[in-house]
């Protein structure tokens, strides 16, 4: 699994299911065994990983994958994503990878990092992530927001709820921790667990965040962490 023109097979208990979400009904794609040997995944990591400060507010620290990630991305779930999704396969254009872990202590949080969030507010941009990781590393919630009723958000949405996040922000509630659950401003709508070699995929445009208990051990051993593959998927 080290050479980037090794295509990693199937695991041979690879199986899928597609959620709908929500009162909105939103997809979300559950892969679990996805590659076979997936281990070797995190060795890679070990050996090769060059883990740097994380970009575009991510509270942990990044690394480049091999190469082969985004053809085994393409090859093994391209119909199956244009299924969950209602695309066509030639819609699906690329995608991008990058390790991930979370490392970032609560106390040194900004409030967009402790609130659920979304990572683009366009539903042809779809993020996936590949857990590296046991259960007890914490898994991926989706969230409605209390005030608004809104489980994804679009330019039509956003002036409306920028509104109360200005005041909502305000609240000590976001200070010095992580979203793990329901609060008094969004409501936990699922909870995907970190099971090792699963793989969850959602539109960009849903809220969601990591769920990081306050007990989490933060670690930047990728043998010991919360180590995930994160993914975005760019459709026409």
Not at 40 to 45: H, N
Not at 134 to 161: I, V, W
Request: net charge negative; charged share 20%.
């Amino acid at each position: 699994m080290t050479t980037d023109n090794f295509l990693p097979p199937l695991h041979a208990n690879f199986r899928y299911r597609i959620d709908h979400v929500g009162n909105e009904k939103r997809p979300v794609l559950v892969v679990d065994n996805f590659l076979h040997q997936a281990e070797a995944l995190v060795g890679f990591a070990v050996k090769y990983g060059q883990f740097r400060p994380g970009v575009d507010f991510y509270p942990g620290i990044q690394s480049k994958v091999p190469e082969f990630y985004a053809a085994a991305l393409a090859t093994h779930l391209r119909d199956i994503i244009s299924d969950c999704f209602n695309l066509s396969p030639e819609q699906i254009e690329y995608s991008q990878s990058i390790y991930s872990m979370v490392m970032t202590p609560p106390e040194h949080l900004s409030v967009p990092q402790a609130r659920p969030h979304v990572d683009s507010i366009k539903s042809t941009k779809l993020a996936a992530v590949h857990y590296l990781c046991t259960p007890d590393k914490g898994g991926t919630s989706l969230y409605r927001h209390k005030a608004t009723g809104f489980e994804r958000l679009d330019e039509t949405r956003m002036p409306l709820y920028s509104d109360f996040l200005a005041k909502e922000e305000q609240d000590p509630v976001w200070q010095k921790r992580y979203i793990c659950g329901t609060n008094d401003y969004y409501e936990e709508i699922a909870y995907y667990e970190a099971n090792f070699n699963r793989l969850i995929i959602y539109s960009g445009d849903v809220l969601h965040s990591a769920s990081i208990a306050p007990n989490f051990n933060f670690t930047a051993n990728p043998l010991a962490g919360r180590l995930t593959l994160t993914s975005f998927i760019y459709c026409k």
